[in-house]
């Protein structure tokens, strides 16, 4: 059981700042809601259609500016899920505000830039009020009781892993058949882009190994290149 419960803490720590709904209104909680059964076909194909509706809202709304992230992110207990966005001009514009504070004004625009690059939360795009995808609230709590249903069954974690892979899988899925509508671009443009599922402060392996789940191997590449120099910065 102990791999389960590593995995549960990863998922269940809590995600600073990044995660949080935009409003003041905390998700619901999973013992607050009465029980549902997960239905994963459901999940994807919601997260398919709010997804694909709001990276096109987004999109729209700022058609001169070069984007280079769209995501879902969630929260580590996964009992709520949003979109989010990243562009280089929203970038330029973090690291100007950064570069003000006395903690970073040591700091030069391009070592900022590439600190801040793939952090949703310091994204101008985040944190919009109609990001969330409040329409998926009950079957992403359901998703959330049957993790913490699976998190103590006597199998090794065998259970838990399955369905933690399954969730993950309606994301990916979701996210080529978003794709696939040409919303994140498409020939050398969409080599630029990386389609992502974030949770804020999770493992730079995490994050890459998803997106090479449903991205062009270049912008996979542009993503690994970016995280292991924005660690070597900040040794």
């Given at each position: 059981?102990?791999?389960?419960?590593?995995?549960?803490?990863?998922?269940?720590?809590?995600?600073?700042?990044?995660?949080?709904?935009?409003?003041?209104?905390?998700?619901?909680?999973?013992?607050?809601?009465?029980?549902?059964?997960?239905?994963?076909?459901?999940?994807?194909?919601?997260?398919?259609?709010?997804?694909?509706?709001?990276?096109?809202?987004?999109?729209?709304?700022?058609?001169?500016?070069?984007?280079?992230?769209?995501?879902?992110?969630?929260?580590?207990?996964?009992?709520?899920?949003?979109?989010?966005?990243?562009?280089?001009?929203?970038?330029?514009?973090?690291?100007?505000?950064?570069?003000?504070?006395?903690?970073?004004?040591?700091?030069?625009?391009?070592?900022?830039?590439?600190?801040?690059?793939?952090?949703?939360?310091?994204?101008?795009?985040?944190?919009?009020?109609?990001?969330?995808?409040?329409?998926?609230?009950?079957?992403?709590?359901?998703?959330?009781?049957?993790?913490?249903?699976?998190?103590d069954l006597k199998d090794d974690g065998k259970s838990f892993k399955?369905?933690?892979?399954?969730?993950?899988?309606?994301?990916?899925?979701?996210?080529?058949?978003?794709?696939?509508?040409?919303?994140?671009?498409?020939?050398?443009?969409?080599?630029?882009?990386?389609?992502?599922?974030?949770?804020?402060?999770?493992?730079?392996?995490?994050?890459?190994?998803?997106?090479?789940?449903?991205?062009?191997?270049?912008?996979?590449?542009?993503?690994?290149?970016?995280?292991?120099?924005?660690?070597?910065?900040?040794?």
């Amino acid at each position: 059981m102990q791999s389960a419960r590593v995995t549960l803490l990863f998922l269940f720590a809590g995600l600073v700042g990044c995660v949080s709904r935009s409003t003041d209104e905390a998700p619901p909680k999973v013992d607050n809601v009465p029980m549902q059964k997960a239905d994963l076909k459901k999940l994807e194909d919601e997260l398919y259609r709010h997804g694909l509706a709001n990276f096109r809202r987004i999109r729209e709304a700022h058609p001169k500016d070069k984007f280079y992230c769209f995501a879902f992110y969630t929260n580590g207990e996964m009992n709520y899920v949003g979109v989010t966005a990243s562009t280089y001009e929203g970038l330029d514009k973090v690291a100007e505000e950064y570069k003000k504070k006395p903690p970073y004004k040591a700091m030069s625009i391009e070592d900022l830039r590439l600190d801040l690059k793939w952090s949703p939360c310091d994204s101008p795009l985040h944190g919009d009020a109609e990001n969330d995808l409040t329409a998926l609230d009950s079957s992403m709590q359901a998703v959330a009781a049957e993790l913490y249903r699976r998190f103590d069954l006597k199998d090794d974690g065998k259970s838990f892993k399955e369905f933690e892979a399954q969730v993950r899988g309606c994301f990916a899925n979701a996210l080529k058949r978003i794709g696939a509508e040409g919303v994140f671009g498409s020939g050398d443009e969409r080599k630029k882009v990386v389609a992502n599922l974030l949770m804020g402060d999770q493992s730079d392996e995490d994050r890459i190994g998803f997106a090479a789940r449903v991205n062009p191997a270049e912008s996979v590449q542009m993503l690994k290149q970016d995280l292991e120099a924005a660690s070597r910065l900040r040794r």
